[in-house]
């Protein structure tokens, strides 16, 4: 995996050359996908590992699958949909990287969370996507896909650029909407600022603060310092100042991991949580965060990140079996 991760950053090195439609490198297609035109297709060459990405929709990714299992949710209703679409807004589904912090109340930003994304294919296996600058807050992101052909694993580097006048002051944020009714687990912070370890996002007033204190929710359950949260019932949402570098979701036969940088002093300013998992009656969103950064004109900043599929003999059913496929989690790369 730490081979997997030198390779995702040394290839922003790289002179990024222009795709041609008919000669893609290999393990790269372009093709319709429900509506889309022109989706890119990363296919694995020994696993049965596939990654399909809508650049039309904020260069979001709409499918990871292990054999045809495809771990993301898929909303049938936004089909096709695009910002220019004339029927109104709709919900755009699966993996986009957006911007915080959350709590921050950040003025709309369609064209980064929904605008169409150019992208290159500048060498196998790997695609670059680059988001028009969003004309309310002068930022654009970037990023870059690399599919391992031989184990499967996905490095993204997410990249925020500030193109305005002006200094800028955000996080990335990963959304990935998952299929719901799984299990969202993480290793709790020894030394966590929350008393409880974890927190709950709780409405005070017209605002939302998370409550590190005394949280209480039936679905979240603490098991010799992880915590597992079943992921069904009345819309919710958890964070942790987790240090452990990684998420995880299983559901059904697939383990999901979600590997992440952790900064020990960072500036985590969505409630001091590092990562935070939402979830409703149909899905469960997985959700790392960098430490906000300001960044001055012309500035950037990365937050990279390695997905892995683990399929799994026999469905996962309790919080229990939940919590003993830590040990089928090696630790992060990024440490």
Sequence with gaps: MRHLCSFVLFGLLVVRVQADEKNLPRGVEAKQYTGWEECVFLNASEKPVQVIIIPAVGGRIINFSYDNDNILFENAASAGRTLL?????????????????????????????????????????TVQLTSETDPNLGLQIEKQIVLAPDTGDLGIVQRLRNESASAKSYCLWDRSLCKGGGFAFFPLN??????????????????????????????????????????????????????????????????????????????????????????????????????????????????????????????????????????????????
């Design 85 to 125: 679409d004339k029927k109104g807004p709709f919900w755009a589904s699966g993996y986009q990287c957006d911007i915080g912090p959350e709590l921050g109340h950040i003025p709309q930003h369609e064209q980064l969370w929904i605008g169409p994304n150019t992208w290159k294919a500048p060498r196998d296996y």
């Design 190 to 335: 020894k030394h966590s600022r929350f008393k409880a370890g974890w927190s709950l996002r709780e409405k005070v007033d017209t605002n939302y603060v998370y409550n590190g204190d005394t949280p209480s929710l039936p679905q979240v359950h603490i098991l010799n310092g992880v915590l597992v949260s079943e992921t069904f019932g009345e819309p919710s949402k958890i964070g942790a100042d987790s240090d452990a570098g990684w998420l995880a979701y299983a559901r059904g036969k697939l383990l999901f991991v979600k590997y992440f940088p952790y900064t020990r002093h960072g500036n985590y300013t969505d409630g001091g949580n590092s990562v935070e998992v939402y979830f409703d009656q149909r899905v469960a969103e997985i959700e790392p965060l960098s430490p906000e950064t300001k960044l001055e004109p012309g500035q950037n900043f990365s937050f990279p990140e390695q997905w892995v599929l683990i399929p799994l003999k026999k469905e996962v059913t309790t919080i229990q079996q939940a919590r003993e496929l830590v040990k089928r989690i090696p630790p992060s790369p990024f440490k």
